[in-house]
């Protein structure tokens, strides 16, 4: 069965940078997009960053220029590199594949404080 275990999340001063993973087992990796999505307390689920299976990306505007998503087949994991930080990008971080009707990880908490 798939699963995605995120990894990397923690508390950073605002300014700061933060790399996320997400590693992916049960599932032909290379064939599926990937992508990232938060959410903060009270409020929804946002996607964050995609990435296809032929590394295409597509980002939400407020984290465009600071994030970057990639990945590596080899390792069957995604990441998300999160630069220049802000109070507003704290929330609970998911990794979400498009395997058959989609999986999600147990996510992983991020906190832009000072």
């Known amino acids: 069965q798939v699963q995605l275990v995120e990894s990397g999340g923690g508390l950073v001063q605002p300014g700061g940078s933060l790399r996320l993973s997400c590693a992916a087992s049960g599932m032909t990796f290379s064939a599926y997009a990937m992508a990232w999505y938060r959410q903060a307390p009270e409020k929804q689920r946002e996607l964050v960053a995609r990435?296809?299976?032929?590394?295409?990306?597509a980002y939400t505007d407020s984290v465009k220029g600071r994030f970057t998503i990639s990945r590596d087949n080899a390792e069957r994991t995604v990441y998300l590199q999160m630069n220049t930080l802000k109070p507003e990008d704290t929330a609970v971080y998911y990794c979400y594949t498009d395997y058959k009707a989609g999986r999600w990880g147990q996510g992983t908490q991020v906190t832009v404080s000072s």
């Open positions: 990435i296809t299976s032929d590394f295409s990306t």
